[in-house]
């Protein structure tokens, strides 16, 4: 193959990368100092996760902004997303509906009302989630803590999870991966789908990385937290707005909560 | 450590001469010994090419043993296809860099020797169970099988259970090559599957196991079927005609 | 079956590696050279499904450790002429782990689990590593 | 039913395979040759001084000669797939009549003289000292083979017990234990040019005899002409045809398609056998020395092609051996294969549509046919392998309407033996013939059931004889197996010639007998 | 009665030798597309993360649920003890037995990481379906192959009944598996109805007989054995039959979704407004798997030729695609629901903007992987009947045994062939 030309590249591109990662790392510094200091304070898990909590989201769309897609940008970062490329030869339209996406922005129009909304859709984190259910070997199964992910060693890559998800939250690896980060494996012939950032959770972090771009942006239309805390931040807040589930018809009790739709 | 390493770098120079000058000997004698009269079975190929296809129906699928008998045919089948896996796999303990076709199916090789191992069970079974083989076998019949059963069973245990240094192991072999004597690690199991292996070599051309270079000998399978077009005549009987 | 390894085997443990520094693993050598494999297997369990990162057997760990530099520039591990990818290669044993994980340190995340491995073993924790990706 | 001085097994509706019974047949040796029959064939006379050695020494010989025996004495596996496929076997239930049980008779006694296993641990690989008693299991389990080579088809190394039981057959000769019946046949052939022993004068009586019968019977001058020199065609086939029921009518057919081809032929008395008993002793000397009177009476009759009448054995000898043993043939006329089988010759005259049938002739008969094992086995005919199953197939279905094959797994190449051959067709192992021929007739005995068979046609004088001697033994009668030709006598319209006095029908056939040829 | 001879399938050598040369042909180019797919990941088929069964799962499901309908005949023949299906059994087992490999062959194949198929039959997880189906597919292997041995060995005889129940109970399990793989899923409205299992059922009796029929009448005009008229008639009824119940559950299934609300939109675009999808309905499922078959066997003159029948076979079989294809990829193109009353003016995943469907463009490689599976199905039909007694010698009128609804009516045309 190509292995030399491609490693040149490769190198040349971590290096460029490795700048601007010091770069984005000092802008992340200078915009938001508090999110960086959970970093610093966490020692990574020792113990197994416990039902003791159960991790979810409240996206609140009265205040997620038109054109704003942050949330997106800062998944695909924080996950490699942003790393992929589309093979050689490959169209971009078919490329648009291969690549892996975990979070999407989606825009409403009401029917009736014509009431534009604006929100981000990634799993839902189902309590009795589909995809689970269905997937053969048991690679799609869900964490004590609630958070739905895929065991990527046993995955066959049958996409029968996908098939099954109602919120269309998977994205299957059409190509080979490159470049992965040592935190986020991923490759070819799995599927793939938000797990709650789960590196951060295992390293003591206080929220996900979408959630922190939001505030960064100064939005704050999403939150992020402990479901069984009647005192977390996200209880507080479900609390103080209505909110419901997507497809609340199908009873999976999701961990990713709307207001606003 | 040094006493293991030589003796079974000894074995298995004795071993591997015992095998290769037998085999050559073998060969050499039934190439050596005519075939005075036509006597394929029929239906025969009429051609050289037909006669390789049937050879390599025979060599490949057994297929005469199937005709005979389906349950020998299909543990026999098992643990020859088993074993062949077993030795592509083997082969990158041998060889330095290792093809890439024996990567690619070297993983197989694990498959094949559980069912190699499934098969000489059937086969032995069989040996104790149907009146009419349990006539025929002698105690030679039951060692052979336990020899390869054993193999078998330390092998999967090394690769299952207890695991030992593959790449020493390596280099011990490779380093036989050029009588660099390199160190062999001294798990227990390993040291049977060897000691057992270098037995098999040594009694390969000695016995039943013949059976593998002399199916190619065969004549009822590898003669072509033209004796009316084609005058046939060993030497020996040429010179009846001379008289 | 524990043996020591003779002193003629072949080695793996590549120049400019922190492992080259070390004396050994994060088990008996001899032991690893047999048993790796089943460590990184129970460990990748524990991690992906109990969530814990801090055991020694970290799969990120073995690279950090393990992974040597050609002009400051870290070498992929699974390449023909790196740790792993030279004895895998010797042995014909195909190793897809690298499909997916990184096959160079680069995450900042996981220094800390790195240092709880170190910390196990035993020793301090020298190399620093880049985190990648970042600011697309 | 006929008499029996032994038990005569039940038939079933499929052979089971019995259960193993060692020693079942322990007492059933066939008569052994005297002094003079075994020196007229260059044998010692009996059992010789050093015995012992001198058989050795004769396996050591032929282990030389043929690779067959070489190889198969190392190659058996002792994987028991042949077990259950000898007749022999099946009838009797004596394990030294499973092949393999057969082969080890040797094998043990190859294995302690000429392999090291054998002679540093005998016990352990089952090798023995060659004793008496080895010696007369030998002579007695030897000769309960008939060479059918049924168990070489399911052996995965075709490892042929016809080959060892030849072998034997000849070690045992080479130290002076012959069979009477081969033996003695070998040398009136030998004496007089036939197994039969009928001189030539009687044969040119029988068969004068014979050509009047035909004509008495249709009333056109077929010809049986003997000896005549210049013929086209020298027709060798098993004396048997001379006379005896049924083998006759075969003869009688063959004679009419000649006819009927408008090719000149002829008999010779000095080949006037196309059997070859040297094959089953294992006797290339002998085998050679009967096939070339063959090449003899075919230089002094002048003829272009020779052809073979129907026998098993004999079409295997012609078609696999002749060649080897008397040729090269290369004075014949190189158009056609030599040798031919009479069914090819018919058959090839069927397809370009010389013969004319009258099927209802064959009305009264519901047939099957016996695949007779030496033609199935060991030999072919036409140019595609598995022609010796389809021609005499054909055949029957052109001149018969009533056709059913026995069950898949006994016809073709897995035809069961009819229990004779192999030089076994003789009185004194009747009961060996008897239990060996259950197979075959169990099937026979289906068919007959299920389909209402009636008749069942063979190629093969041996398997003729037997099953006329061994039917009644089961019940059946004796008349119910045919010659192939009898079925194309009966059917076969006859082109009346010229002096013949009741010319009927048909006039549109060339009757010019020099032009025609037929393929 | 007369006893039924089996027979290997003995053709001359070149001309089996050539078939097997085409089946290994097809079967060795579907493996270069495996290996293809294989090397370069699944970008290079149509499939996507909107549409993420593709082709492969249509050949595969095409596959699976005829080899379940193949074992019908077998069932009718011992279970409901139709004697005149009897001679068919084994040929039917085999049949049944090859295309469900062929089947499997292609989904393990398109599989992301086809190297873990070992991970898939050592981790179960009992709550997947798919899970359950593989107990199924291994279970229908090992019952059919023991239904072949009790059919084709003496000793099997008294066992064929009972085993031959378990294969049929076994494999309506299997078929209303299958069609539960989609029955089951509450994600995409086309699928979740609970009448997706039975109306599998019916199609895999129409499909698994045609392709039957089919492969019947090709082996035995090839080597040139008779089938009488009367088998033929049977034959043909029964497939018109099963088409006619094909049609009947679909005009149900479709009735029920119109009257179900929410699925109205659903309807609407498959019967009108899906384009492909649309096309391949009607004239696809509809007229050519359906209408056309129809007409042919009940025709009063065409229904007594065989190449007709043969012909309407392959107008089922095509009609099965066509059918697949529509539940299938139709089913995933269609976009999900996810707000009702509410239209997507954007999205970064093609959720349906504008209720657009999802788009997929099968590409040559998932159609050659395809092929290679029905290659396999057929390479192990003509290898099974060529070395095994797998056929009858004939089915002529004569010797069939005699059919107990014929028995009373005069048959005068049936004569003897
Ligand atoms: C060209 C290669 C070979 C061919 C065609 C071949 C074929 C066969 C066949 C047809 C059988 C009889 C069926 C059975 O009992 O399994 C057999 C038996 C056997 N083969 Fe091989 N073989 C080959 C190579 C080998 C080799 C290399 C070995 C040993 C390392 C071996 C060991 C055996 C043994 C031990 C048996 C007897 C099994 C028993 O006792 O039942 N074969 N072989
Ligand atoms: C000098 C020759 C041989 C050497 C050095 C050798 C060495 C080994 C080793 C190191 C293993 C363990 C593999 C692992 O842990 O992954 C093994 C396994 C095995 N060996 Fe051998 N072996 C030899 C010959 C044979 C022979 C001749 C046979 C069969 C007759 C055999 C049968 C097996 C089997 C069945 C296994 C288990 C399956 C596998 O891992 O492939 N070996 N052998
Ligand atoms: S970052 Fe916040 S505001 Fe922006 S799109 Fe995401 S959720 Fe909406
Ligand atoms: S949203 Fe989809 S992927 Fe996520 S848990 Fe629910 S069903 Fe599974
Ligand atoms: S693609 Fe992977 S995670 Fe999804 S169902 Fe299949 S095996 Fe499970
Ligand atoms: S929680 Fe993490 S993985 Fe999930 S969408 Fe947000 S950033 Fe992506
Ligand atoms: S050749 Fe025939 S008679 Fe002799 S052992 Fe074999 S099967 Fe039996
Ligand atoms: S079939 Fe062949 S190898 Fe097997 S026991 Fe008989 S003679 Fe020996």
Redo the contacts between chains.
């Keep these: 193959m190509t292995d030399k030309t491609d490693r040149a590249e490769n190198e040349i591109d971590s290096g460029r990368r490795d700048f601007i990662g010091v770069a984005a790392g000092m802008t992340a510094a200078v915009v938001a100092p508090g999110v960086l200091l959970h970093t610093v304070a966490a020692a990574p898990r020792s113990e197994p996760v416990t039902s003791d909590v159960r991790w979810g989201l409240l996206v609140d769309t009265a205040k997620c902004a038109d054109g704003c897609s942050a949330c997106v940008e800062a998944c695909n970062d924080e996950n490699g997303l942003n790393l992929q490329t589309p093979p050689e030869g490959e169209p971009d339209r078919k490329w648009d509906a291969q690549k892996a996406v975990w979070i999407r922005k989606v825009k409403l129009q009401d029917n009736q009302t014509g009431r534009v909304t604006n929100l981000p859709m990634m799993c839902q984190h189902c309590e009795h989630p589909p995809c689970v259910d269905v997937c053969p070997t048991g690679a799609s199964f869900k964490r004590a803590d609630g958070i739905v992910m895929v065991d990527r060693h046993l995955c066959i890559g049958c996409r029968y999870c996908m098939m099954a998800c109602p919120y269309k939250a998977r994205s299957f690896i059409h190509q080979d991966t490159t470049d992965q980060l040592t935190s986020v494996p991923r490759g070819k012939g799995c599927v793939e789908s938000c797990n709650l950032c789960v590196h951060r959770r295992d390293y003591g972090e206080a929220s996900t990385a979408c959630v922190d771009a939001c505030a960064a942006e100064g939005h704050h239309a999403i939150v992020f937290g402990d479901l069984k805390d009647p005192n977390s931040a996200i209880n507080q807040k479900l609390k103080e707005i209505p909110s419901r589930q997507i497809r609340e018809d199908l009873q999976l009790n999701t961990g990713v909560r709307y207001s606003g739709v | 450590m040094a006493f293991l390493t030589n003796f079974y770098a000894f074995l298995f120079y004795f071993a591997a001469f015992v095998l290769v000058a037998g085999l050559v000997f073998k060969l050499v004698q039934y190439s050596a010994t005519p075939a005075p009269l036509k006597i394929p079975t029929t239906p025969a190929p009429t051609t050289r090419t037909g006669v390789v296809l049937r050879m390599m129906r025979e060599v490949v699928l057994f297929e005469s043993l199937f005709r005979g008998n389906k349950w020998t045919w299909i543990f026999g089948w098992m643990f020859h296809f088993g074993l062949f896996l077993v030795t592509l796999r083997h082969l990158r303990y041998f060889m330095d860099p290792v093809p890439f076709p024996i990567q690619l199916v070297q993983p197989f090789g694990i498959y094949g020797g559980l069912a190699m191992v499934v098969g000489l069970a059937g086969l032995w079974v069989r040996r104790f169970s149907v009146d009419r083989v349990k006539y025929i076998t002698s105690t030679s019949d039951h060692l052979i099988l336990a020899l390869l059963i054993l193999i078998g069973c330390s092998g999967l245990l090394m690769k299952f259970v207890f695991h030992t240094d593959v790449v020493e192991i390596k280099s011990f072999f490779l380093g036989l090559y050029t009588f660099d004597l390199k160190p062999l690690p001294g798990d227990p199991l390993l040291l049977l599957h060897l000691f057992l292996v270098a037995s098999l070599m040594i009694i390969f051309p000695y016995s039943k196991l013949l059976h593998a270079p002399g199916l190619f000998f065969s004549p009822t399978r590898n003669q072509v079927d033209n004796p009316r077009e084609q005058r046939h005549i060993a030497p020996w009987a040429k010179k009846l005609e001379q008289q | 079956?524990q043996?020591v390894?003779?002193a003629?085997?072949?080695r793996y443990v590549v120049e400019g590696s922190r492992a080259a520094e070390l004396d050994s693993c994060v088990e008996p050598t001899?032991r690893m050279?047999?048993?790796h494999f089943?460590f990184i297997k129970h460990q990748?369990i524990?991690?992906?499904?109990?969530?814990?990162?801090?055991?020694k057997y970290s799969l990120?760990g073995c690279?950090e450790c393990h992974i040597s530099y050609e002009e400051q520039?870290p070498q992929p591990i699974d390449r023909p002429d790196q740790f792993c990818g030279a004895?895998h290669?010797?042995?014909?044993?195909?190793l897809?782990c690298f499909?997916?994980?990184?096959s160079v340190?680069?995450?900042?995340?996981?220094d800390?689990?790195a240092q709880?491995a170190h910390r196990a073993a035993g020793v301090e924790k020298l190399v620093q590593s880049?985190?990648?990706?970042?600011?697309? | 039913m006929a008499k029996a001085t032994f038990e005569v097994p039940e038939l079933s509706e499929y052979t089971e395979v019995p259960a193993v019974k060692p020693g079942a047949m322990a007492h059933s040796s066939t008569f052994r040759a005297k002094e003079e029959f075994q020196q007229d064939l260059g044998f010692p006379g009996e059992l010789v001084e050093d015995w012992q050695t001198k058989a050795i020494d004769k396996m050591g010989e032929l282990l030389g000669k043929y690779r067959s025996l070489r190889v198969y004495m190392d190659a058996c596996v002792k994987c028991g797939s042949c077990t259950d496929k000898c007749h022999y076997f099946l009838g009797t239930q004596d394990p030294k009549n499973m092949p393999v049980g057969r082969q080890d008779l040797m094998r043990k006694v190859y294995r302690r003289y000429f392999t090291l296993a054998g002679r540093l641990f005998p016990k352990l690989v089952g090798a023995e000292d060659f004793t008496k008693e080895v010696l007369d299991d030998w002579y007695c389990y030897y000769h309960q083979c008939s060479q059918c080579r049924r168990c070489s088809v399911f052996c995965p190394y075709g490892i042929d017990t016809a080959e060892i039981s030849m072998a034997a057959r000849e070690i045992m000769d080479s130290i002076g234990v012959g069979q009477k019946y081969c033996n003695e046949i070998i040398g009136k052939v030998y004496k007089i040019g036939n197994n039969l022993g009928l001189p030539g004068p009687a044969l040119i009586d029988t068969i004068e005899g014979l050509e009047e019968d035909v004509y008495d019977e249709t009333g056109v001058k077929v010809r049986y002409p003997i000896d005549e020199e210049g013929a086209e065609i020298l027709l060798v086939t098993p004396s048997a045809d001379f006379f005896a029921e049924p083998h006759v009518d075969g003869l009688i057919g063959y004679g009419k398609v000649f006819h009927e081809a408008g090719i000149s032929w002829t008999i010779s008395t000095y080949a006037s056998e196309a059997a070859n008993f040297g094959m089953f002793i294992g006797s290339y000397e002998n085998m050679r020395r009967l096939a070339q009177r063959i090449r003899e009476a075919a230089i002094k009759l002048k003829v272009k092609r020779i052809v073979f009448g129907e026998c098993g054995h004999a079409w295997r000898v012609a078609y696999s051996f002749l060649n080897t043993l008397a040729g090269p043939w290369d004075f014949l006329d190189p158009k056609y294969p030599v040798p031919q089988h009479i069914c090819e010759f018919t058959h090839g005259l069927i397809q370009e549509g010389k013969l004319k049938f009258d099927k209802s002739e064959n009305d009264d008969k519901v047939l099957t046919y016996h695949d007779s094992c030496n033609v199935a086995r060991a030999s072919r005919m036409g140019d595609t392998p598995g022609g010796q199953f389809e021609i005499p197939r054909a055949i029957i279905k052109a001149t018969c309407n009533h056709f059913y094959d026995m069950d898949e797994d006994t016809i073709r190449d897995r035809t069961f033996c009819c229990g004779g051959g192999g030089g076994l067709l003789t009185d004194d192992l009747m009961e060996v013939r008897v239990k060996g021929a259950k197979p075959r007739i169990d099937a026979l005995n289906n068919v007959m059931q299920e389909k209402g068979v009636t008749h069942m046609a063979a190629i093969c004088a041996i398997c003729k004889t037997q099953f006329s001697k061994v039917l009644p033994y089961y019940g059946m009668e004796m008349d119910q197996v045919l010659s192939l030709h009898q079925l194309v006598s009966n059917a076969i319209v006859l082109t009346p010639g010229e002096d013949d006095d009741e010319p009927d029908g048909d006039e549109d056939l060339d009757n010019d007998n020099e032009t025609d040829e037929a393929a | 009665m007369k006893r039924i001879v089996y027979r290997e399938w003995r053709i001359s050598p070149q001309r089996y030798w050539s078939i097997l040369g085409v089946l290994a042909a097809v079967i060795g180019i579907g493996a270069l597309a495996f290996g293809y797919m294989e090397h370069q990941g699944h970008w290079v088929t149509g499939m996507n993360n909107s549409v993420v069964w593709g082709m492969p799962h249509v050949f595969a499901v095409l596959l699976i649920i005829s080899a379940s309908g193949a074992l019908n005949i077998a069932s009718i023949g011992t279970v409901f003890q139709k004697p005149i299906y009897k001679p068919l059994g084994r040929l039917s087992g085999l049949l049944a037995v090859a295309m469900l490999m062929g089947g499997l062959l292609v989904l393990v194949t398109d599989l992301g990481r086809p190297e873990r198929l070992i991970v898939a039959m050592t981790t179960y997880n009992f709550s997947s379906i798919f899970a359950w189906n593989i107990f199924l597919y291994t279970g229908f292997m090992a019952i059919t192959i023991a239904y072949l041995w009790t059919m084709a060995d003496r000793q099997g005889g008294p066992f064929n009944r009972p085993v031959g129940i378990l294969a049929l109970v076994w494999r309506l399990a299997l078929t209303t598996g299958t069609g539960s793989i989609f029955g089951f899923i509450v994600a995409r409205q086309a699928f979740d109805a609970a009448i997706l299992g039975p109306m599998f059922v019916a199609m895999s009796f129409a499909y698994g007989l045609a392709v039957f029929l089919l492969v019947l009448m090709f082996a035995f005009t090839e080597e040139g054995r008779p089938i009488g008229p009367l088998m033929f008639r049977r034959l043909k009824n029964l497939l018109a039959l099963f088409v006619a119940i094909v049609l009947y559950f679909t005009l149900i299934y479709h009735l029920t979704n119109l009257y179900v609300e929410e699925n109205a939109g659903f309807e609407s675009w498959l019967l009108l407004k899906g384009g492909i999808y649309t096309f391949l309905f009607w004239v696809g499922w509809v007229l050519i798997g359906g209408l056309a078959p129809l007409g042919i066997l009940y025709h009063p003159e065409l229904s007594k030729e065989p190449r007709w029948i043969a012909a309407a076979c392959a107008l089922v079989i095509a009609g099965g695609f066509a059918t697949m294809y529509v539940v299938i990829i139709g089913s995933q193109a269609f976009p999900i629901q996810m707000f009702p009353g509410q239209t997507v003016l954007e999205s970064g995943f093609f959720d349906g903007i504008d209720g657009r469907a999802a788009p997929y463009w099968p590409t040559i490689p998932e159609v050659l992987l395809g092929l290679g599976g029905v290659g396999v199905a057929m390479l192990i039909t003509a290898v099974g009947v060529r070395v095994l007694q797998f056929m009858p010698e004939s089915l002529a009128d004569n010797v069939v045994p005699p059919c107990e609804e014929t028995l009373g009516r005069a048959e005068p045309e049936s004569a003897p062939a």
Excluded: F, W
């Design positions: 079956a043996t390894l003779a003629e085997v072949k001899e050279r047999r048993m089943e990748r524990s991690t992906v499904h109990e969530g814990i990162r801090g055991t990120a690279v520039q004895c290669a010797y042995a014909a044993v195909d897809n499909d997916c994980h990184a340190p680069n995450g900042g995340g996981l800390a689990e709880a880049g985190r990648n990706g970042e600011g697309h």
